[in-house]
């Protein structure tokens, strides 16, 4: 084999593995909870109080180990709820204003003050 046959396929092998093994940690990575964040909509006179893009789910994980892992949802007004909200509902709509166990990223909807 030639010397400039064997630096090709030396070449070729080298940079199909690394290709490879890129592939393969990718496909890996994918499946960490990693968060993806809630998209929040901007602020202003007209809409005046900050919420997110309605009807969207979301992933929360806590530091490097993934410690806290949560999934969860953004109704159709835009607050992290899996109930959306309707406006001829029976009975009348009853806000519930309070901190992060009321509407939280980390707390599961089950857990939540309000269910």
């Known amino acids: 084999m030639s010397k400039a046959r064997n ?23 994918r499946f960490f909870p990693v ?24 992933v929360f994980s806590y530091d490097w180990d993934f410690d806290i892992t949560n999934r969860g949802h953004v109704n159709n007004d835009g607050w992290v709820n899996n109930q959306d909200y309707r406006v001829s509902e029976d009975p009348p709509l009853v806000a519930v204003v309070g901190d992060s166990f009321v509407e939280a990223q980390m707390v599961p909807y089950e857990q939540t003050v309000h269910v």
């Open 7 to 29: 630096v090709l396929l030396n070449s070729t092998l080298f940079v199909a593995s690394i290709i490879f093994c890129l592939l393969v940690a990718e496909a890996v990575l």
């Open 35 to 58: 968060t993806s964040g809630l998209r929040a909509l901007p602020v202003s006179r007209d809409s005046p109080v900050l919420h997110f893009s309605p009807n969207g789910d979301f």
